[in-house]
């Protein structure tokens, strides 16, 4: 095994392998099982800057272990820039992230254990994602992220607003994620192959399937905008801050919502020729920035600026992918690092201020600068950097970004003008909400609230977020060592690094920056000379009302649905499903053949067997059992009767020579029997005499015997005419003739059951455990409840006949 092969197995694999361990070491260690977790991110960003040390660049390396053959479907592994830029920042921000948290979640806190879990296990599916050369692999492994951060943001599931913001998160990325699968199936449909390498050298065959290749493209971009919280799915980023404040800086500035950017840059060289492509991603990217800064700005919550701030920065992101030239784009990589170093900064900076303050409404707080001198320096960075002032990384970052925007005027004309307002107007913005953010948390009279229950923070808890404004204020003063770092992570037909300088000179950006940030503090005096009164967000922009007013909407129908078809009364209900049967199956049937003497001749050409005493004997019995089912009063006799009609079943196999089918059948008709009669116990005996004495009314009877003609008609019907077709090839030989070859197993019914049709029998058994799961939740329910009280002295019927029904009679 190679260098390569070994660093990823320790950066993907050793998280992936041991993320139980804080679980399992959590109750011993409490707050201490942050230093064994923290060793996951230590050893991966190790492991991902030794491969990256050892590669000659410009790289391009694939790894590949065979996972699913069959289908295509392998551990391959893609390092190149781009993979390795997002590797890093994903582990180098997860050694921060468990320091920080180690300090941050103290013995008040329960479930350390669970809690580095979880987080180690979200670090290790965001790995795999930016390393996966398979997409379907990554497609798992996207999934993965947003399984793992719907159990991190409802961690505290016990406050509603954790519970809401989990599931509107996992909603909108999972419901996104499906539009992702279907554009990764629609391009190997077209391709024959999942390996992005391999797509990335050939190219897409645009001449042939242009359609079907521009709707995976717009399948794959739903996908992105879902994950990175771009306009309209955008609301599920600010509810998601209900998760511990670890959890949210690490989501917010360095996972989960820049997977969808990254898949914009791994999509970009594929699909930047297309004329939609550019109108779609900046449309939607640069609506987002803009529109969500303006939120940012309206909110009072200190989590929910920088939430709505993150949506607008990713915006950007994801927008500056779409005017791209063909050729690759120049400073995506420092954006990106910016974004991560004031983000990350200010998130946790957030997190020791509500922890020190217990308060994070902006309008309470001030006056903490004399008390957090360190924290209150490394906000003014991070928050100098979010505005891009001059001497940080955000000043570069604002200085390319009008550049590049000026640039791209000319070739996308309206689309241009439209991406250059929203920067203008978005940096104005910016800077207002970054100079209220620093100004009313550290600066000004120190409210009595903070006074009375302020506690000092510890060294540890401030020491991340200043080391990454410090960051921030480095790169952003020797511009030079970014260079060095982003010049070899160039990816061809992606990104060509330009280069980077503290002064351009007097230019036209330089000018625009300038008015742009007097704008925005003047902007910011004009909120204090107004005290801020026109500082809320409108009702009709806050989105995340309609999306659970749609839910509420859903679940309500759902009702209404359920109770129009009767679901909950099997009376009632089964007679909408054999009618179903009978009008969809019975009129196909009808339609193909019509109801002439066709039918008739194709039934009496039937494979008719030549009558047998014994078989004859046995489908007697079972007649008479099943009338017994029908005219017998009580529930056991009943019971006993059907279980005789399924014994002689068996027996009828056993004429048939299958005697593992009649073992199996026998098997469950003795399970079925005792776990009815067990539930049958515990119904009150009222129950059953309700059931005697209720009778329906005539015509719900003459239904009811209709539609059981109808059926046993229609599968006789079904069977003569199957077996009236001469088959050129049966199933079964082709299973007798594969069992040793394919399945290894010398029994034919047994590698049917467990490796053809293995799935099948895995939904057999699922259902088998749910249903299991229900009755034991039956046996042990040992009270009537309130409603079936209410219900009369004689209790509900068996069937669930409603009462007006029961007073009909």
Request: net charge neutral.
């Amino acid at each position: 095994m190679d260098t390569g092969a070994i660093c990823l197995l320790l950066a993907i694999g050793l998280p992936l392998a041991g993320f139980l361990l804080p679980a399992i070491t959590g109750k011993r260690l409490g707050p201490r099982t942050a230093w064994v977790a923290l060793g996951f991110p230590v050893v991966a960003f190790g492991a991902l800057l030794t491969l990256a040390l050892s590669l000659t660049w410009p790289a391009r390396l694939v790894m590949e272990i065979p996972w699913i053959p069959t289908l295509g479907v392998n551990l391959s592994f893609l390092v190149d820039g781009l993979s390795l830029f997002f590797g890093l920042v994903v582990s180098g921000m997860g050694c921060l992230i468990f320091f920080y948290a180690g300090h941050y979640l103290d013995d008040h806190f329960e479930h350390h254990g669970r809690f580095y879990s979880y987080l180690v296990l979200f670090m290790a599916a965001m790995l795999g994602t930016v390393f996966a050369n398979n997409l379907l692999l990554m497609f798992v492994f996207w999934e993965l992220t947003g399984l793992a951060s719907f159990l991190l943001i409802g961690f505290l599931h016990g406050e509603e607003q954790s519970r809401v913001g989990a599931r509107q998160a996992l909603l909108v990325t999972a419901g996104t994620g499906l539009a992702l699968l279907a554009g990764l199936v629609m391009i190997y449909g077209v391709t024959g192959t999942y390996d992005f390498s391999v797509l990335a050298s050939t190219g897409l065959p645009w001449s042939h399937h242009g359609g079907w290749l521009a709707a995976a493209m717009v399948l794959l971009l739903i996908g992105a905008f879902g994950k990175s919280a771009q306009f309209p799915l955008h609301f599920w980023l600010p509810n998601a801050m209900a998760a511990p404040t670890p959890v949210s800086a690490y989501l917010h500035s360095a996972t989960m919502v820049k997977l969808g950017v990254f898949l914009c840059a791994r999509i970009f060289p594929l699909f930047v020729d297309h004329v939609a492509w550019a109108p779609l991603v900046s449309l939607v990217g640069f609506t987002t920035m803009t529109f969500c800064a303006v939120l940012a700005l309206l909110a009072h919550d200190l989590k929910a600026i920088l939430a709505f701030s993150t949506c607008s920065q990713i915006g950007y992101l994801i927008g500056y992918y779409g005017l791209g030239p063909p050729a690759g784009v120049e400073y995506d990589y420092l954006h990106i690092f910016n974004h991560v170093l004031y983000k990350g900064s200010l998130f946790m900076v957030v997190g020791v201020v509500a922890h020190a303050a217990g308060i994070r409404d902006i309008r309470q707080l001030g006056g903490l600068f004399r008390r957090l001198p360190l924290l209150g320096s490394a906000t003014l960075i991070a928050a100098a950097s979010m505005a891009g002032l001059p001497g940080t990384t955000g000043f570069l970052s604002k200085e390319m970004m009008l550049k590049e925007i000026f640039e791209a005027l000319a070739p996308h004309e309206y689309l241009s003008w439209f991406a250059c307002f929203c920067v203008m107007l978005t940096s104005l913005v910016k800077v207002a909400f970054s100079t209220r953010l620093f100004a009313n948390i550290f600066l000004g009279p120190e409210p009595p609230d903070i006074s009375r229950q302020f506690h000092a923070p510890s060294l540890g808890m401030q020491l991340p977020p200043a080391l990454l404004a410090g960051a921030a204020l480095l790169f952003g003063l020797m511009p030079g060592l970014l260079d060095a770092l982003f010049q070899p992570l160039a990816v061809a037909g992606l990104n060509r690094p330009g280069h980077l300088s503290l002064w351009h000179g007097f230019t036209r950006e330089l000018l625009a920056s300038t008015l742009l940030v007097i704008a925005g503090f003047g902007l910011y005096w004009l909120g204090v000379l107004t005290q801020w009164r026109w500082h809320a967000i409108p009702k009709s922009l806050q989105f995340d009302r309609f999306f659970e007013a749609a839910l509420d909407f859903l679940a309500r129908f759902a009702k209404a649905l359920t109770h129009f078809v009767r679901s909950d009364t099997p009376t009632a209900y089964l007679p909408v499903l054999l009618g179903f049967v009978l009008l969809t199956v019975g009129g196909t049937l009808a339609w193909h053949f019509g109801l002439d003497a066709r039918l008739i001749t194709q039934v009496a050409a039937a494979d008719w067997p030549a009558p047998q005493l014994m078989r004859g004997m046995v489908a007697g019995l079972i007649i008479l059992a099943v009338i017994g089912v029908l005219v017998l009063p009580r529930w056991t006799t009943q019971l006993i009767s059907l279980s005789v009609a399924g014994f002689l079943i068996c027996f009828y196999f056993v004429l048939y020579r299958a005697p593992d089918l009649a073992l199996t059948q026998i098997l469950i008709e003795v399970v079925t029997l005792f776990l009815i009669l067990l539930l049958l116990g515990r119904f009150p005996k009222s129950a059953e005499e309700g059931e005697i004495t209720w009778q329906a009314p005539r015509w719900r009877r003459a239904l009811n015997a209709g539609l059981a003609v109808g059926v046993g008609l229609l599968a006789t019907c079904l069977i003569l005419v199957v077996t009236s077709q001469p088959a050129t090839e049966r199933l079964g030989d082709f299973f007798l003739a594969q069992t040793v070859p394919l399945a290894a197993g010398r029994n034919a019914v047994n590698t049917i059951l467990v490796d053809f049709r293995g799935f099948d029998t895995l939904g057999e058994i699922t259902v088998l455990l749910v249903a299991t799961l229900g009755g034991l939740g039956l046996l042990m329910r040992y009270k009537r409840t309130p409603e079936e009280y209410r219900q009369g002295p004689l209790g509900p019927p068996g069937m669930g006949t409603p009462p007006h029904e029961k007073e009909e009679t």
